[in-house]
């Protein structure tokens, strides 16, 4: 048992070795290409001066931080509406049958449209102000919030309705106290899943029409074949991404604690 | 004391009967709810309160899409070219996605060095939209199928790995020691056990991985395109015909939804032996 266990010095160096070759191996690939192809690619050192050269001479007058800003303004204005009206409609829809009748059948006639395929006609609609970008994002993180909480409302077990009922609570004692505790992680998936697409649908919007923002950095750095700019912009966003991604797991941990083991 | 069947199955029926008539009752209720959305839609536009010419009537929406089955103006194509065009697309980007993607993912799952080699890149890749690949695809292949379906590759390979993975991940230790007792291999093991109980979340990778090349779609053919309903959109939003812009929305829509019923249906003949217990 105790030799099956330990793993011999071979075993371990491999263990430790295989990320760092793997990340390397990433990095030669990228130094490579771009070497031989530097109007496809920037190589790494190319990003890195440009990022500075951002900072240095900041694009229509504001800085790569302020273009994300921009950016995580537009996200968090709509997700807060989606989240209010969304996890409202949701909570709706899987409690009420006549409800989920009348408005589930309106909502399911929607939902299948992609929320980037919206981009045109609210653009023709609200012009290329913040108003229609907000509404865009609205739209693709809207979705997920109310697929999300109508099932986990609805997926609640019935008897521990009925022994809200039981005890004499009337309906909204038992949603509130019963049904949208358990149905909170489901809910919380529905908020995960609005982030990242939130995140995604917003770059979308800036790339069609947009003065600030990062996905207003890549379609200026691709229109003026700056593809370093685009790099920076495109990793700035994988970086933020990332950190709301984690920021949302660290939050459902102490919003939903008893889900986690 | 004798059961009392017969009251029993009086009981049961009975309840049966309400629910059916429930059942009866919510369909004709949200047809209703349909029905009155749309009425509404066509009164508020034909009442003149909104604009025609920024949203069109449902029943000028059904006629331009009638229209559009024989007709090429205003993008050049009729409606079934521009279908064809984006299901081409579409599908290339998501099949190979599929045959990459599931192999990687539940062979980083099973085997821990692969795991170790192949997790750190895919996590320097993961986090980045596919949108965000656009411009670059665009730089390096242009703006034909290709290009089209490798950022359709990007937003369907993702959540393709992560499914495999966890699936195969969460086989039970107990079947793996099952079979090393009665002496199966490694490999025998991965592919008897491993692999069929992964399935159902292979299957909710795949769900996922068709709605975002779905929506992906539109993105990459609103960028650069010659035929397409995502072209087809963009083109009716620089002519200004919202009617265009809206049916292929519908259009996009409702394939959107008869894929993924598609696929409800392959999932269900797949993973049949899951709900016979």
Not at chain 1, 139 to 149: A, E, K, S, Y
Not at chain 2, 76 to 103: D, E, R, T, Y
């Amino acid at each position: 048992m105790d030799v099956q266990k330990k793993k011999t010095s071979l075993q371990l160096i491999l263990w430790w070795s295989l990320p760092v070759l793997a990340v390397g191996l990433v990095i030669v690939a990228w130094v490579l290409f771009s070497a031989n192809n530097p109007r496809l690619m920037p190589g790494p050192m190319a990003v890195i001066q440009r990022l500075i050269k951002v900072f240095e001479k900041p694009i229509a007058k504001t800085s790569l931080f302020g273009h994300a800003w921009a950016s995580l303004k537009r996200v968090l204005t709509a997700l807060l509406l989606a989240w209010t009206i969304g996890i409202a409609l949701g909570i709706l829809i899987g409690w009420n049958r006549a409800c989920k009748a009348i408005l589930g059948s309106i909502f399911e006639l929607i939902r299948p449209i992609p929320p980037i395929a919206w981009i045109p006609i609210v653009i023709m609609w609200f012009g290329i102000g913040e108003f229609p970008k907000v509404l865009i994002v609205f739209i693709g993180t809207f979705v997920p919030l109310v697929i999300n909480t109508a099932a986990g409302i609805s997926m609640v077990d019935k008897i521990n309705v009925d022994v809200g009922k039981m005890f004499g609570g009337n309906n909204w004692q038992i949603l509130r106290s019963i049904v949208i505790p358990t149905a909170l992680p489901s809910i919380f998936a529905g908020i995960r899943t609005s982030v990242s697409s939130g995140w995604t649908t917003v770059l979308a919007a800036e790339m069609i029409a947009a003065q600030k923002g990062l996905g207003a950095l890549v379609t200026r750095g691709w229109q003026g074949s700056d593809m370093a700019l685009v790099l920076v912009a495109v990793i700035t966003i994988a970086i933020i991404g990332s950190l709301l991604a984690i920021f949302l797991s660290v939050l459902e941990k102490v919003v939903c604690p008893w889900k986690s083991n | 004391m004798p059961l009392d069947t017969k009251h029993l199955e009086a009981l049961q029926q009975q309840w049966k009967g309400k629910q059916r008539k429930d059942n009866i009752k919510y369909f004709m209720m949200g047809a209703t709810g349909i029905f009155v959305f749309l009425l509404i839609w066509q009164l508020v536009v034909k009442s003149g309160l909104v604009n025609e010419k920024m949203l069109p009537a449902p029943t000028t929406i059904l006629q331009t899409l009638l229209y559009k089955v024989n007709n090429k103006p205003p993008d050049g194509n009729v409606l079934l070219v521009n279908i064809l065009a984006s299901l081409q697309v579409a599908l290339s980007g998501f099949f190979s996605a599929i045959i990459i993607g599931i192999p990687l993912g539940l062979f980083m799952g099973w085997w821990k060095y692969a795991d170790r080699f192949i997790r750190p890149i895919f996590e320097l890749i993961r986090p980045i939209p596919p949108i965000a690949w656009i411009p670059l695809v665009v730089v390096w292949m242009g703006i034909g199928l290709k290009a089209k379906a490798l950022i359709i590759f990007f937003t369907a390979f993702v959540p393709c790995v992560i499914n495999s993975y966890t699936g195969i991940k969460l086989t039970s230790q107990t079947l793996i020691n099952v079979s090393k007792t009665f002496g199966a291999k490694n490999f025998e093991i991965f592919y008897k056990v491993g692999i069929p109980s992964a399935l159902p979340m292979v299957f909710a990778g795949i769900r996922v991985a068709l709605g975002n090349a779905w929506s992906t779609l539109v993105a990459a053919e609103m960028l650069a395109a010659s035929a397409g309903l995502g072209y087809m959109i963009q083109l009716g939003r620089t002519v200004a015909r919202p009617d265009i812009v809206i049916v292929g929305m519908v259009v996009i829509g409702a394939i959107g939804a008869v894929l993924s019923a598609l696929l409800s249906s392959l999932e269900k003949y797949f993973l049949r032996w899951k709900s016979v217990r």
